[in-house]
């Protein structure tokens, strides 16, 4: 079992930036393929971003990229998601997830994913 706690959110002014960390409770993350997702109120959670276990393939969904970027350092046993330029329609839960997997490519669908975190909020104000 791999218990993962997400920590960073808050809440930000339009423009502004965030990091998100993810790291797990009692266990390496080290051959975990890593996403991060989020939940508007009344909508389905989306991808976000994701990336493989050795950190050297990422994916992202279109409506971050070039804004989000997802990390790993895995001799600190921790994700991030580094999120600049925040709109409002960011605002959200986000949640990191985790796969035990060495494959190279990233993961980016819900039910791909075995262990998920509680989730942090994101508030960006217009």
């Known amino acids: 079992q791999v218990q993962l706690v997400e920590s960073g959110g808050g809440l930000v002014q339009a423009g502004g930036s965030l990091r998100l960390s993810c790291a797990p409770s009692g266990r390496t993350l080290r051959s975990y393929s890593m996403g991060w997702f989020r939940q508007a109120p009344g909508k389905e959670r989306e991808f976000v971003a994701a990336?493989?276990?050795?950190?050297?393939?990422?994916h992202y969904a279109d409506s971050v990229k070039g804004r989000f970027t997802i990390s790993r350092d895995n001799a600190k046993n921790t994700v991030y998601l580094q999120m600049n330029s925040l709109q409002p329609e960011d605002t959200a839960v986000y949640s990191c997830?985790?796969?035990?997997?060495?494959?190279?490519?990233?993961?980016?669908?819900?039910?791909?994913?075995?262990?998920w975190g509680q989730g942090t909020q994101v508030t960006v104000s217009s």
């Open positions: 990336i493989n276990w050795s950190g050297d393939s990422t």
């Open positions: 997830a985790a796969k035990l997997t060495l494959a190279t490519t990233p993961f980016t669908m819900t039910y791909e994913y075995n262990y």
